[in-house]
């Protein structure tokens, strides 16, 4: 059984960082690509970051050279450092199995940019 659990959400002033992980279980994160994804609101979800079980990592263009997508295999753990925080950063953050933001994710963990 997939489990995703996210965590490390907040409310931070712009300009702020924050570090997101999400410990997954019921299957092998070695040979998983994970995504993290947002949705803000009366918006769509959308991919973030992208882990690929291989090595290689990629991110949306708009948080490029702010946030950074990494993962532990050891403990079984994705993670999404957030840094320079801006409000339209502000979303509720998910942690997903396989590319992209359409598989299975956790509850997710808000995170609010704002004055």
């Known amino acids: 059984q997939v489990q995703l659990v996210e965590s490390g959400g907040g409310f931070v002033q712009p300009g702020g960082s924050l570090r997101l992980s999400c410990v997954a279980s019921?299957?092998?994160?070695?040979?998983?690509?994970m995504t993290w994804a947002r949705q803000a609101p009366g918006k769509e979800l959308e991919w973030v970051a992208v882990?690929?079980?291989?090595?290689?990592?990629t991110v949306k263009e708009s948080v490029k050279g702010r946030f950074t997508i990494a993962r532990d295999n050891t403990k079984n753990m994705v993670f999404l450092q957030m840094e320079n925080l801006k409000p339209e950063d502000t979303a509720v953050y998910y942690c997903?199995?396989?590319?992209?933001?359409?598989?299975?994710r956790g509850q997710g963990t808000q995170v609010t940019v704002s004055l």
């Open positions: 997903v199995k396989g590319p992209g933001h359409t598989g299975p």
């Open positions: 019921g299957f092998s994160l070695s040979t998983t690509t």
């Open positions: 882990t690929y079980y291989g090595g290689p990592k």
